[in-house]
């Protein structure tokens, strides 16, 4: 995989000549360890060796925000390549010079300027970005291109010029089904910096569990958590960790359905009487929110005031999926309140209970975002969808007017391989026939990691490195298709993530060891490789599996 | 290695029949997975299996340590097993009893009852202590035991009826000369716990750095610490972490000499001038505290004030150890102190500091600790003695009534075989000569992990697994000295380790990773094994390495 990557002195001098080399030549010929793509990339001649000289300095706008990055950035490169580097950055003739025009926004927003520029030559590497997220991001391309060579550790001489081809880039952690503690969601979010990704959407409630701390409605960590629930310290905590990382967080609270959890502790909401308790399997359950009830709103609208304040981002996710409908269709009183205001279907009384809950999620300053079933012609245009159905799905909203994010084709609990999570493309399919205007409003997408299968252990090994396919497909530009410039950037990224700090590998060692005991895990590694996982939802529906098993 | 374990049937009947096996020729005939191996262990038939209804239940004397250690027992065999288990115990009919009698100190003391009798048979366990340390160490001895076999995950049926040889068995981590942060030092903690070391010695000054931080005197941190050092918070943070584990912590602060960073902040009570910096090289510095001076033991007496309330344990260490008196000799007033007060030597000179500074120790409620040089004829009996020269000069000590722990022949930075350490008595050499009163002077030992040449990233590994032959040593009956059964046993401990949360395996991979960059690390690895360790100081010798390098 690996000798692709020696270019032929004579190809190397005509590539000089060329004025820029087009990202998908570049990639055919030479599978840089880069991950995503860069947008544009001018090869150079020789390289910048990395050794204890190296230093880095700042020149032009300065901000705390920039000087936590150096400093993650010396240490990385420093655990790195094993060579002791200065801690912080040094005041002049630094080799490595970082040069700020302005701030970004005080709290990240959607389609901010992410591009940067980056200059490596054999005496001195420039960086330069509008703002911080630039340079965040071209920290993480030079590291990614630091590699040991026959000189020591090295980045090979060359021009970046990038931007991102989407504004929205995310992962979803679901940590209802399978809790996941602060040191797993920190971790992921180094690895996500690593990658460029920059939403962090955060499922924090469901049937099996309510997941932050709530002030105003205790009774939901205290009925529904078993205590595993974020504090709101914490929730604090991580989204100032991730604000660091050039990472948005959006919050996530499932209604009208997925809502279990919401009735153990305030069954007056549901549309059955109850008593209700936590689930512990999976599946799609019947208990939904009453739509007809005043107190509904009112309870709704208390959470939703108190979590608006707590998570600064302008997007509010309200969930909206899979409501079978089955106690609506048994709650006479609902029928009634059904054929009085003329809602002829399911359907239309979850359009009724969206287009409410939009009001409320508005009156607190926020964005809604949602699954495809929220879409209904009464929502507001500003309503944000997002898609598990597909791009058709995801195109219809955007000729209507809506904004969008593909899901669909990045699940990556499923099990299928990065190629096809690679190869799924938010314009491609129904949503390639798109207008320019219309293709605008696709933001981008997100890889969901659903944890109905996934512990603390496990989730590294799920997540990456095939996130970090999809996080080019959001990133580089939608020609670059090569499976096999893919699949070999993808194991240098891995090999990368290691120092990130992300377990997958050393946790996958350490499970094989599980079994084998004393024996030497080898040939279970070799049968692994051999190995197809089982995919999509086969184990999941055994039954045998609940919110304590992996 | 393993295949050892298969005892013949026909041998298993004639074992069964034994009243009690003596470990030794438990040892020899079956490497039980067990470090350190247990006073009495008696063999039962058959095994206790470990699954999902694992449950774990308290009865007698209970206290929130015992739920603390519990939870992590719970935690550590479902993580070890892979597992599901109930994460907090159960309340009744449990498989897993632990019966505790009462509590233990407070303040953990020297020699405090340290036994437990831990019974496995296939249908139940059964774990009885005196107090909380006793639950804790045989925990341990359970975890241990759990290893996959033809049934899953089951532990063998035997009695167990366990107690320490030595009180203090402990670990010194040199935090001076490399610093290295909370999260390294609390899972070597947890490691301590897992085989039974009781006492973290923590080396928080040196001529390289100082490592905690003072409210009576700020400039030591700020001065001298290049801002790597302990907030009081920390330190009562990792007291408590240790004291969950039955862990003692004994800080050392090293006087009169290996002082330079006291003398960064505070230069005038060095014995000449001055200015000085902290050094970042290795060796014995000239500098040492000017014992002449009443302003000296004032700014110590302030200090000690100070961390005698900070650290609860009774004793307190104040080094002492490698004065070379080139300042002593250099300023002429010490010469003329010295010669009025009738001291004729630079021994008799420190004698005479050890003295004063014994009596400051004692005024804040604490026991001095020092290293061989601090004896002296005039010095208290209360003071230990901890020597780096060895068991004949600990014999020495005792003979005079002092009370010893031994750490030569326990250096683990210089790189010896396990087998080396193991072999090491604290009651051999000099001290086999003792008679039985003067013999029980003799507390224990302490491995020690000087940091010249160590950082987070490789420390595990040079402490894990040898500590655990160390602390085998100093638990296990003295008769436990077969070298294959030691080795068996220890790269089964190391396995067990991992699951504690030891990165000596995982480390060393990515260290090798660094190396081979893409390439597989295999052939490196088996290059690894056929080489030795450069031993003794010969790479500090070389000057190539200082505080910032590995």
Same mark, same amino acid.
């Given at each position: ?19 820029? *080399? /087009?990202? $998908?030549? &570049?990639?055919?010929?030479? !599978?840089? %360890? @880069? ?84 200059? *490596? /030559?054999? $005496?001195? &590497?420039?960086?330069?970005? !509008?703002? %911080? @997220? ?417």
């Amino acid at each position: 995989m690996r000798s692709e990557k020696n270019v032929s002195p004579k190809l190397l001098v005509v590539l000089l000549f060329l004025p820029a *080399i /087009t990202v $998908s030549a &570049v990639a055919q010929a030479d !599978p840089w %360890p @880069l991950m995503p793509m860069p947008a544009h990339l001018q090869q150079g001649a020789g390289q910048f060796i990395v050794n204890s000289s190296f230093t880095l300095g700042f020149e032009g706008y300065r901000e705390p925000r920039l000087d936590s990055a150096a400093a993650r950035f010396l240490q990385r490169l420093s655990r790195q390549t094993g060579i002791p580097l200065p801690t912080a950055p040094s005041d002049s003739h630094a080799k490595f010079v970082i040069r700020c025009r302005q701030a970004s926004a005080k709290i990240q927003e959607v389609g901010e300027d992410e591009s940067y520029r980056l200059e *490596i /030559t054999p $005496s001195d &590497v420039k960086l330069e970005a !509008p703002n %911080p @997220l630039g340079i965040i991001h071209g920290l993480h391309t030079f590291l990614q291109l630091v590699q040991i060579g026959p000189q020591g550790f090295a980045a090979p001489s060359l021009i970046i010029e990038d931007r991102p081809r989407f504004p929205w880039r995310g992962l979803l952690i679901d940590v209802a089904r399978h809790f996941q503690p602060m040191e797993t969601l920190k971790r992921n979010l180094d690895a996500m910096e690593a990658v460029k990704l920059n939403v962090l959407h955060w499922h924090l409630s469901e049937d099996q569990g309510f997941r932050v701390e709530s002030k105003s409605l205790p009774k939901l960590q205290e009925r529904s958590s078993d205590g595993l629930y974020y504090t709101q310290a914490e929730v604090k905590e991580l989204i100032e960790y991730a604000r660091d990382r050039g990472i948005r967080i959006v919050p996530e609270f499932d209604m009208p359905g997925h809502t279990t959890s919401w009735f153990a502790a305030y069954p007056e909401i549901a549309s059955l009487p109850g008593p209700y308790q936590i689930e512990r399997k999976w599946g799609i359950f019947d208990p939904a929110m009453d739509p007809t009830q005043d107190r509904t709103y009112e309870l709704v609208d208390k959470f939703i005031r108190e979590m608006a304040k707590l998570f600064p981002d302008a997007y509010f996710h309200i969930g909206g999926d899979e409501v079978n409908g089955k106690q609506w269709d048994a709650n006479p009183k609902i029928q009634e309140f059904m054929r009085s205001h003329g809602l002829k279907s399911n359907e239309e009384l979850q359009a009724y209970f969206s287009r409410h809950l939009q009001e409320i999620v508005r009156k607190h300053g926020k964005i809604m975002v949602g699954w495809d079933e929220i879409l209904d012609p009464a929502l507001p245009k500003e309503a944000v969808i997002q898609s598990w159905r597909g791009q058709d799905s995801l195109a219809d909203a955007a000729r209507r007017g809506y904004r969008g994010i593909l899901s669909n084709g990045y699940y990556l609990d499923l099990m299928y391989s990065a190629a096809s999570h690679y190869l799924t493309d938010p314009l491609a399919a129904g949503a390639a026939t798109l207008a320019p205007e219309e293709k605008a409003r696709i933001l981008g997408g997100e890889a969901c990691m659903w944890s109905e299968l996934v512990t603390p252990e496990n989730i590294d090994g799920r997540i990456w490195p095939r996130a970090a396919a999809v996080a080019e497909r959001l990133w580089s530009p939608a020609e670059l298709r090569d499976l096999d410039s893919m699949y070999a950037r993808l194991h240098a990224v891995d090999d990368n993530l290691q120092w990130v700090g992300v377990l997958d590998r050393s946790n996958r060692a350490l499970m094989l060891q599980r079994l084998t005991g004393s024996a030497d895990i080898k040939p279970l590694q070799v049968l692994l490789e051999v190995l197809e996982p089982v995919k999509r939802y086969t184990r999941t529906g055994t039954g045998n599996y609940n919110s304590s098993t992996p």
